[in-house]
Nanobody, 129 residues
Framework: QVQLVESGGGLVQPGGSLRLSCVVS????????IGWFRQAPGKEREFVSS????????DYADSVRGRFTISRDNAENTVSLRMHSLKVEDAAVYYC??????????????????????WGQGTQVTVSS
């Protein structure tokens, strides 16, 4: 079973930047998709971004495209989410998740919460002046 540990959340002013990290361990993740999701109070968990570990193909929610960048570091087994031009509406708990069948799924599947087998504990991002 893969383990995921997020870090990097915090308080930032609107327009600021943060970098979230997700350390992945416990399994060979070559065929995995690693996704970032977020959940604000009273709202459903929503897709933010994903990356296919083997080829590096990435996807973004329309609400973050152009502001967020996902990347992976094979040597460190880490997936990072760089967030720029943060908005108040970006505030949420951010979760890292792993889909062990990601290589065999399409982009639409990678956006679904139900596609992911393992989840981290989450890291809080607060955007406020």
């Amino acid at each position: 079973q893969v383990q995921l540990v997020e870090s990097g959340g915090g308080l930032v002013q609107p327009g600021g930047s943060l970098r979230l990290s997700c350390v992945v361990s416990g399994a060979t993740v070559e065929y995995y998709t690693i996704g970032w999701f977020r959940q604000a109070p009273g709202k459903e968990r929503e897709f933010v971004s994903s990356i296919l570990w083997s080829g590096g193909e990435s996807d973004y929610a329309d609400s973050v495209r152009g502001r967020f960048t996902i990347s992976r570091d094979n040597a460190e087994n880490t997936v990072s989410l760089r967030m720029h031009s943060l908005k108040v509406e970006d505030a949420a708990v951010y979760y890292c998740a792993a889909d062990k069948r990601g290589y065999f799924r399409n982009e639409a599947a990678a956006r679904r919460v139900s596609s992911y087998d393992s989840w981290g504990q989450g890291t809080q991002v607060t955007v406020s002046s």
